[in-house]
């Protein structure tokens, strides 16, 4: 069983304003069978997160076009998008691109 992990997700470019306005937050994730990935967070945020219009941040099982995922600021394209396995004291970066008009 994998252990608990303290990560830290933050959200920003306006992302932020669909987790009651909080940028940063300071998580512990739950042991669990499977190591924990980017995937698995994505879940554990809309579950436990996310406080409004899930379609804004969420499409499919991924984030929607146009929010940037930056993972120890690095892109997370570099590291496997969704199959990144988390590390303990990951920071974990949502921005938005999207801007309204």
């Known amino acids: 069983m994998a252990a608990p992990l303290s990560v830290e997700v933050e959200f920003g470019g306006g ?33 436990n997160l996310l406080k409004e219009r899930p379609e804004l941040f969420i499409q ?18 570099l590291l496997g998008e969704l199959d990144y396995q988390l590390q303990d004291q990951d920071s974990i970066l949502f921005i938005s691109t999207l801007h309204g008009g």
Do not use: C, M, Y
């Open 60 to 77: 499919g099982d991924s984030v929607r076009p146009g929010i940037l995922v930056l993972v120890n600021d690095a892109d997370w394209e």
């Open 15 to 47: 992302a932020e304003l669909l987790f009651n306005g909080i940028k940063k937050h300071q998580v512990t994730l739950p042991g669990q069978e499977e190591p924990w990935d980017i995937r698995s967070l994505l879940v554990w945020i809309k579950k």
